[in-house]
């Protein structure tokens, strides 16, 4: 059974940063697309990064410049570095494996941006 663990979510102030991470299980995690999304209260999932197989990387418009997505496929875990955390980006944060049709999800890591 596939399984992907997120990591990392926190109470943190405007301002501030947060290190998440995603340990996938189960999976040739080199194959898939690794991705963070993410649900705010009473909003639908949005993506906020992908990285794909070959390591490009590509970002909502909101978070570019603060956020960024890596992978290590040696300990098959997928990071999100987040600078500069604002309140509308309380929320949580899912992560997501694809490839091709099929894909996996977390159960999500919450995080909360408030001072």
């Known amino acids: 059974q596939v399984q992907l663990v997120e990591s990392g979510g926190g109470l943190v102030q405007p301002g501030e940063s947060l290190r998440l991470s995603c340990a996938a299980s189960?999976?040739?995690?080199?194959?898939?697309?690794m991705g963070w999304y993410r649900q705010a209260p009473g909003k639908q999932r949005e993506l906020v990064a992908v990285i794909t197989s070959g390591g490009s990387t590509n970002y909502a418009d909101s978070v570019k410049g603060r956020f960024t997505i890596s992978r290590d496929n040696a300990k098959n875990t997928v990071y999100l570095q987040m600078n500069i955390l604002n309140p509308d980006e309380t929320a949580v944060y899912y992560c997501?494996?694809?490839?091709?049709?099929?894909?996996?999800w977390g159960q999500g890591t919450q995080v909360t941006v408030s001072s």
């Open positions: 997501n494996a694809k490839i091709g049709v099929t894909g996996y």
């Open positions: 189960r999976i040739t995690f080199s194959l898939y697309a």
